[in-house]
């Protein structure tokens, strides 16, 4: 299986900073189709996850633009810029190019 | 608008099952497969499998191969996950979400979660 490691593990960041969320995968995520399945997630505390960016870089319909998605082959970055209070939670990147879909570690978001 | 709703909280004995329900509205439920998704408690997301509500056809992660059925009710719009032999590793919040059949944005909406107890 696919194996999708997260770092940093947690983050702490004040309101306005901005971060970066790595997701580093075990093999490459690009499909012979010419995509790349690699999508973020965000569960904040007590809810169900919820999609932020898919196919890498495309920002979910509703979603601020303050998050951003870059990467590929096996390298990705979620990137906010300009924390806000709403964005605390756990991050989870996810890929779907090969089965089982697999989800990475989580990368917890504290406000300072 | 889009809402996937699920069955409660369920407390079941050890060895025994459990059916989890996932009711789509708000949709076409035959353009999207049903994922089914485990969270063990403060733990990462597991993808148990998925369903296509308009053959039926599934698909599993081979670990929750011989735990896991996946059925759906098109008559109900409603997608089913059966969980056999239950032990403690099975105590877990449950998540139904979808993606498209013919691809785009996939997750885009998931159901509540319902929390699986295992215990006698």
């Known amino acids: 299986d696919v194996v999708l490691t997260q770092t940093p593990p947690t983050l702490s960041a004040t309101i306005g900073q901005s971060v970066s969320i790595s997701c580093r995968s075990s093999?490459?995520?690009?499909?012979?189709?010419?995509?790349?399945?690699l999508h973020w997630l965000l569960q904040r505390p007590g809810h169900s996850p919820h999609l932020l960016i898919y196919?890498?870089?495309r920002l979910e319909s509703g979603v601020p633009n303050r998050f951003s998605g870059s990467g590929s082959g096996t390298d990705f970055t979620l990137k906010i810029s300009g924390v806000e209070a709403e964005d605390l939670g756990v991050y989870y990147c996810?890929?779907?190019?090969?089965?089982?879909?697999?989800f990475g570690s989580g990368t917890k978001l504290e406000i300072k | 608008q889009v809402n996937l709703l699920q069955s409660g909280a369920a407390l079941v004995k050890p060895g025994a099952s459990v059916k989890l329900s996932c009711k789509a509205s708000?949709?076409?439920?035959?353009?999207?497969?049903i994922h089914w998704v485990k969270q063990s408690h403060g733990k990462s997301l597991e993808w148990i499998g998925h369903?296509?509500?308009?053959?039926?056809?599934?698909h599993y992660n081979e670990k929750f191969k011989t735990k896991a059925t996946l059925t759906v009710d098109k008559s109900t719009n409603t997608a089913h996950l059966e969980l056999s032999r239950l032990t403690s590793e099975d105590s877990a919040t449950y998540y139904c979400?979808?993606?498209?059949?013919?691809?785009?944005?996939?997750?885009?909406?998931w159901g509540q979660g319902v929390m699986v107890t295992v215990s006698s």
């Open positions: 979400t979808r993606s498209p059949i013919l691809g785009g944005c996939p997750f885009d909406y």
């Open positions: 708000g949709y076409t439920f035959t353009d999207y497969y």
């Open positions: 369903v296509n509500p308009n053959s039926g056809y599934t």
């Open positions: 093999q490459s995520l690009l499909h012979s189709n010419g995509n790349t399945y």
């Open positions: 196919l890498v870089s």
């Open positions: 996810v890929q779907g190019t090969h089965a089982p879909l697999t």
